[in-house]
């Protein structure tokens, strides 16, 4: 699809095609991203599908997805552009042999506006977002692992979504992307780069809504099995766990409970498999004393 | 394309009371009152938003407004209750201005309503959790159980009606097997319906005396983690684990920014190869984060055991952010705890141990400071050096009995650097049997019953020591 969506109701219905149910809030805010043009800020524990919200976006609006994954010493060199001094070098050198016979002053000219054009310009995520031709969605991933410098970097590109290169001047986006910024919330992000965004708030799904994506994902999975395997994951979120589990890690047990063929989920088929949605050592102990033992009383319940 | 452009200079919102944008201002205004920072543009952004979002959907309409101004998990729990508290008394106070009054549901409505079973129906319905129904319930139960114009304080007409109900929180095994109330009510579900009661009764008695009463501001606890500190220990351990990532790069900015970094020779050569031994690019050496040794000593007596709990547990949860940490509880005597800590994952498990084992209590169970400064420092004295922190948890009460600063002080000029956190609000400092003025001399004092409090303190301890 290549126009712009029109209700809120189209991006949900939309984001359900490709494989992403939203919540309620998420298609709004999906849609108030389309239509104002606002970069969207979007927070939230590991694993409720942040970045898997960009990727749906993307495929939704038939757009391409630019992906900046952020981390700690990340700089502009790595996230907007980089001259390829290896190419200016040789170009240089070329430059210097070729220009024997002409006058030396002449060649360096040459040489001095040539090798700051763009052919010496190496594209970055967020240059290459800006100056697609199609528009994109661009995607900075954990932008909470940079330092507050690059956040500052940011802001002029997220307001008016042009970055200045002194050695060219000013580049325009000739295309106006849909941005998304995912963060962890490990650090606060400055004010001002929260005044330029909208924010979502993303949440473990409740049960009826993560039953609804398990069944989306595994539509082979039996309905009364995929409903016990949501509540159990319910169960363990509950817990006071270092890792508690993701929407992703219960669509891989799922996967996993069907590839063994289980009917039902009893105590030992959890102990058996629970590492596939708990990784943590002492996770394992709680879990498995807490709902394992649930598991195992309930038959005679 | 370039980016749509904004009429900057449109017509002026109407600010009259009750007209739509006039509303919207006065509920930012609000908002700001509360301590949220809502920016002229976050506003620009709401308005431009809503133009596009149907407003006649209450749910879009909010979660439109908390996309464009509440943008902190912090700021959206504020936010909604503001929006609750804001809109609510909009409506009435439009339906005053306009004479509507809703249609009388205590008129008895076709005889007599049975009580019991209402009762019943009411705590099934709580029990199912079935939000939709609750504010109906909500009528019903005043119209039944609430009689005459109530005490006219909202608080205890609620308590009067919910112990009418006879919904309680612990199970009541004398009622009958098959009654919804038998094993206990769900909590949350308790306290929304009882939100639900109180809004109910606000707008019989706005109805009635045709006036808004004064509005309420958000009390602190209103605003805090919901449930209390000790309550929720697993919400204990995310706020914790939050802090604890943050953590992770705080004490790197304040680093980089106070000190240079080293240049790494060798990294910087090898990166010079790729350009023919020229060093374009320059390597640092990381930065290592401070990681203090740390000496918790922590008032266990009963004045402040939820908070020590609290504390001790968020400290042990932060055991590999610092290099060494140890624990002492004290009450008249002092005695280390660090090995329980690390034992037990469960925190109510271990803050059993600790009252079972450590063995702090003579005789009256009350805290005596004097005599724990000077077992600790008879304890602790060698391993006391300049890059350690003591840090100390307690009211300072030392129920009449000498506070012997000059013991502190010593411990103070031994260690590096000395906190000391007061459970109690500022205001009770230096009140009653209170001597924290005494100590604070030679520490930095901080209050901290709450989250961002703790949160403030554990940025000051890892920051780089100061002059």
Known sequence: MAEEPTSVQEVAAGLGSVGYLPGESTALVAFLAAKLGKPVLVEGPAGVGKTELAKALSRFLGRRLVRLQCYE????????????????????????????????????????????????????????????????????????????????????????FQISVPELGRIEARTHPVVLLTSNNTRELTEALKRRCLYLWLDYPDLEHELEIVRLHLPDLQESLARKLVEIVHQVRELDLKKPPSIAESIDWARALLLLGAEDIDATLFRETMSVIVKHRTDLDVVAERVGVKLEQAPAA | MPPPQKPIYGTLPDKAPGSFDGELLAFTEDLRSEGVAVGTSEILDAFEALRHVGWFDSQDFRETLAATIAKSPDDRRVFDLVFERFFFRAAEAQAVRLEVSEPQARAGEGGEVDLDELRRQIAQALQDGAESELRDLARLAIAAFGKGDGSGVLGVDVQRIRRALGLRTEPQPELPPGDPRRNGMPREQLRQFEQQLRRELERALIERTAALPPKRPLSELDRALSGGPVQDLAAVHRVVAQLKRRLATQGHEVRGRKRHAHVDMRATMRASLQTGGVPVELKYRPKRPRRPEIFVLCDVSTSVTSASTFFLSVLHALHDTFRKLRSFVFIERISEVTGVFERERDFRAAAAAVSRDAGVADVSGYTDYGRVWTEFLEMIEDELHPRSTVIVLGDARTNGRPPREEVFAAIAAKAGRTFWLNPEPRLYWNYGDSVIAAYAQYCQAFECWRTDQLEEFVKALTKPAAV
């Not at chain 1, 001094?85 to 240089?92: E, F, G, N, S, T």
């Not at chain 1, 090798?115 to 199609?134: N, Q, V």
Request: no cysteine; aromatic share 8%; charged share 30%.
């Open chain 1, 73 to 160: 010493g990340l700089d502009e060199a790595k996230a907007l552009y980089e001259w390829n001094y290896r190419k200016q070098l040789l170009r240089i050198q070329a430059g210097a042999s070729d220009g024997e016979s002409s006058p030396r002053t002449n060649g360096w000219e040459a040489v001095q506006d040539d090798i700051f054009g763009e052919e010496f310009l190496l594209e970055r995520p967020l240059m290459t977002a800006i100056a697609s031709a199609e528009p994109v969605v661009l995607l900075i991933d954990e932008i909470d692992k940079t330092d507050q410098e690059f956040e500052a970097m940011l802001l002029e590109l997220l307001s008016d």
